[in-house]
């Protein structure tokens, strides 16, 4: 079965500056797709990125970006320049491209605090 | 821009009691999936519906759960015979089709069974 790992139950930034989020997985697939979603205080679940793993570029999204390294099974995501809306529960996910599932394997989620 | 959205937001309910948790995917949506979320906790997938029927279930959804789908519009989870550790979250998503389109998440309906 795919597993998500989030190591890091919480991290803390200074706003402005930048965090690195970590996300390791364990799939047997070579196909598959990763995604980051923000859940914030009012816990709705928001989609921040999303990587097709065939795909060697990492993806980004304005501010946000991911290091995606497929070999080590490494999904991190980066938040450059900070800011107060982006404190929020991070939850990695995967989920598969063949066969029949469409689910979300969700991590434990980091919570990101940003400080003045 | 089109979202996903669920009612009631929070619903308090007697332990033993039947729930229905309600659902509108977006319009052009096939696939439609519900998650829940324990508090403090990760969020775990429930089951996926697709032409009207269950697609994938987890071992969570037990016999106490079913799905529906009732008009062009409602998709629906029901918990027959509630328990105290049904009290989650619970999150309606759906999606364009199978492949590489996201899942959109409505915004949860708080349950707390007494």
């Known amino acids: 079965a795919q597993t998500v790992t989030q190591s890091q139950p919480e991290m803390s930034v200074q706003e402005a500056e930048t965090v690195t989020l970590s996300c390791t997985y364990d799939t047997s697939e070579s196909d598959y797709y990763l995604f980051w979603y923000k859940q914030p205080p009012s816990r709705q679940m928001i989609l921040v990125i999303r990587?097709?793993?065939?795909?060697?570029q990492n993806a980004t999204e304005n501010r946000f970006s991911v290091n995606f390294q497929k070999a080590a099974k490494s999904f991190s995501l980066k938040i450059s320049d900070s800011q107060l809306g982006d404190a929020a529960m991070y939850f990695c996910?995967?989920?598969?491209?063949?066969?029949?599932?469409?689910?979300?394997?969700f991590g434990t989620g980091t919570q990101l605090k940003v400080e003045l | 821009e089109p979202e996903v959205t669920q009612t009631p937001s929070h619903q308090v309910t007697q332990m033993g009691q039947e729930v229905i948790l309600r659902c509108v995917p977006i319009s052009n949506h096939l696939y439609f999936y519900w998650y829940r979320q324990i508090l403090g906790q990760k969020v775990e997938f429930l089951v996926s519906f697709y032409n009207n029927e269950i697609s994938e279930k987890s071992e969570i959804f037990d016999d106490q759960f079913s799905v529906e789908r009732p008009d062009g519009s409602n998709f629906t989870l029901k918990i027959r015979s509630t328990k105290l550790e049904d009290s989650a979250m619970y999150f309606c998503a759906s999606s364009p089709r199978q492949g590489s389109e996201t899942q959109y998440f409505g915004p949860g309906t708080r349950l707390l069974v007494l």
């Open positions: 990587q097709e793993a065939y795909k060697q």
């Open positions: 996910a995967y989920r598969e491209i063949t066969g029949g599932g469409n689910k979300l394997t």
